[in-house]
């Protein structure tokens, strides 16, 4: 089991930035397509972004153009660097380290809040 922690979250002014971070434990997670993930009160977890092993990218309809996942395999991290947040973003925001792909079988951090307010 990997196990993923998040940082980089907080309160930030709408049209403002913050950059995530998910620290992983493991250093063959570069093998995992790692995700994005959020979650806002009263609604389903839904995907923001994520990478796979070959640098394969998938965005969001919601996020595309405003945010960028990236990846160090060195550093078993995976970001996701947020721009232009709006409001609606706020959420609670989780990664995911998928085997293969697969998200039913990989781990999750333990999730960090982003607030977009003024």
């Known amino acids: 089991q990997v196990q993923l922690v998040e940082s980089g979250g907080g309160l930030v002014q709408p049209g403002g930035s913050l950059r995530l971070s998910c620290a992983a434990s493991r250093s063959f997670i570069k093998a995992y397509t790692l995700g994005w993930y959020r979650q806002a009160s009263g609604k389903q977890r839904e995907l923001v972004a994520n990478i796979t092993s070959d640098d394969r990218t998938t965005y969001s309809d919601f996020v595309k153009g405003r945010f960028t996942i990236s990846r160090d395999n060195a550093k078993n991290t995976v970001y996701l660097q947020m721009n232009s947040l709006k409001p609606e973003d706020t959420a609670v925001y989780y990664c995911?380290?998928?085997?293969?792909?697969?998200?039913?079988?990989?781990?999750w951090g333990q999730g960090i809040q982003v607030t977009v307010s003024s």
């Open positions: 995911n380290a998928a085997p293969g792909g697969i998200v039913a079988f990989g781990s």
